[in-house]
Each structure stands twice: as structure tokens, then as C-alpha cells.
């Protein structure tokens, strides 16, 4: 069974420049340098608090620079959980229609949703050292028309119950999703969300991209600095605050757009919040 999100990855054209802006906003450490054939990708690796953030760049002719192409910009290419026993999770998605490559010990998926290819990446189960201003990521965030197609067809690719599921709807975002808890009562899931305001943030988005991987959510018990730094770097964001709290105390939830990190947004919520 798949036990947390533990990492994500992001397709861009200059792993360089995307790796010092997630270093200098959220205090990101690098942790190695290598290569993924089965991408055709140079990978630096960062620890963000207890997660890997896996920034991709075309190593060649291959999946990374296709998809850099058909998206035209830097963009989430994969969500990424670990689990116990990896090879059985790629096993059990293969036989239910997904691509698999293996490269030491991680496992590659690609499925298709509403035409789309959602990908995945399926690690052993790893303790790491936090590092930086996130305490961890526990949420990645898919867009879909057909909100019950696209959640059962993640619930068969993982063997996931759906009994442990929970519904969600905001009329200030315009959306409604599913939360596809990796185990009842915890705090790890994919979310799937259908917009249903196109005016909004989140409509737009999939008005102009369509099916795809949306952003990835995390905790923090530094949100204060987070949002000083944001603020001072000039760097693009959103924050959550009740209008009679003073600024100068923490926001109930906050977000990074895509240009702060080098293609990728980011939520966080402190410790408290969105149990």
C-alpha cells in the first residue's frame, strides 16, 4: 500500500535556476546530482523538509523534453508516494493499464485520464533528514472533468478504499474534488478536483491545460517566514488570513505560484490546519 507523498517531480528546462529559487524562498536543500535514462533526464535532487523535490531536465531526445513541449512551459510532472514494497505497487498498475520503467528501485507510471498522461513515481519507503523552512508534503492535486472516473481509476491503480475517501467542495476556489486518503484517518491522498467556476484561479488553469497535475500541498510550522521572505524576494502569493487577524500573525494557509519555484505551486498550511 502506498503510506505518504514523499516527493514530487518537476519537469523544467534549467534545473539551475529552478533549484535556487526553491533554496532561497523555502531554504531547500541540495541533496544529489544524477541521472534518469528512463526519463532521458538530468535530476537534481532537493530535500524540503522530510520530501524530495525532483527537478527534471532534458537529458536528450525523451519524455521530459516532449513534455516540456507539448506544455510550453515548466510544469509538475509527477506525483510521487512511497511505499513498502514498490515493485508490487508497479505490478499491481501495470496489470491495471499503466506504463512502468524501473530504474534503481524507483518506479516510473504513466496513466491516461480524459486523453491526458498523469504520471507517478513510486519510491521505497526512506526516512530523511528534514531540511528548510516545509515540514513535508502530503498532498498533490490532480484537475478532471470527470471528477468519478478519474478517482476510481487512481483508486484501482493503487488498491486504494474508498471507504477511507472524503468529498470536498469550496465555492471561494469553484471547485469540488475528493480526497483519496491513502488510509482512514490519515493525512497522505492524491486530490482530485473538478473546477466549476472557469473564472477562477483553478477553472483557467484547466480551461487552458486541461487534464493535468495541478499543485502539491504541504505543512509548516514556519508560514511567518515563509510569507516575510515571499513578500521581500517580491515573489508571487497568496494568502489565506481572516480579515481581523493582524498581518504580523501566521496565515491560516498560504501559496507560492508557479514562477516563485520554477514552474510548480505550492500550498502550505500549518500544523494545525487541513487534518
Known amino acids: 500500500m502506498l503510506t505518504r507523498i514523499d516527493r514530487i517531480q518537476v519537469a523544467t528546462p534549467d534545473a539551475s535556476a529552478a533549484a535556487e529559487k526553491w533554496r532561497s524562498l523555502l531554504r531547500a536543500e541540495e541533496v544529489r546530482k544524477d541521472r534518469v535514462r528512463a526519463l532521458s533526464a538530468r535530476r537534481t535532487v532537493l530535500r524540503a523538509g522530510a520530501s524530495e523535490i525532483e527537478l527534471l531536465e532534458p537529458d536528450g531526445a525523451g519524455i521530459i523534453e516532449d513534455e516540456l513541449k507539448r506544455r510550453g512551459r ?86 486504494l478504499d474508498q471507504r477511507h475517501f472524503t468529498t470536498i467542495t469550496s465555492e471561494h476556489f469553484g471547485y469540488t474534488g475528493v480526497l483519496t486518503l491513502f488510509k482512514e484517518g490519515a493525512l497522505h491522498r492524491f486530490e482530485v478536483i473538478t473546477p466549476i467556476d472557469l473564472t477562477k484561479t483553478m477553472g483557467r488553469f484547466h ?43 501566521t496565515a491560516d494557509q498560504l501559496w507560492l505560484h508557479p514562477p516563485s519555484l520554477g514552474g510548480v505551486k505550492i500550498g502550505r498550511a500549518s500544523c494545525r490546519e487541513r487534518v
Open 207 to 249: 480551461a487552458r491545460e486541461g487534464t493535468s497535475l495541478y499543485m502539491a500541498f504541504a505543512e509548516s510550522a514556519r508560514m511567518a517566514r515563509i510569507e516575510r521572505e515571499a513578500r521581500a524576494a517580491g515573489a508571487g502569493i497568496t494568502v489565506d488570513r481572516p480579515a481581523v487577524r493582524s498581518i504580523e500573525r
Open 74 to 159: 515548466a510544469h509538475l510532472f509527477a506525483a510521487g508516494a512511497a511505499a513498502p514494497d514498490p515493485a508490487k505497487i508497479a505490478a499491481h498498475a501495470h496489470a491495471s493499464g499503466a506504463t512502468s520503467a524501473e530504474e534503481n528501485g524507483q518506479y516510473f507510471l504513466s496513466i491516461t485520464i480524459e486523453s491526458a498522461p498523469v504520471r507517478f513515481v513510486i519510491s521505497r519507503n526512506s526516512p530523511h533528514e528534514p531540511a528548510g523552512d516545509l515540514d513535508f508534503l502530503y498532498e498533490v492535486t490532480l484537475l478532471a472533468a470527470d471528477q468519478k472516473a478519474a478517482v476510481q481509476k487512481i483508486s484501482d491503480l493503487f488498491s
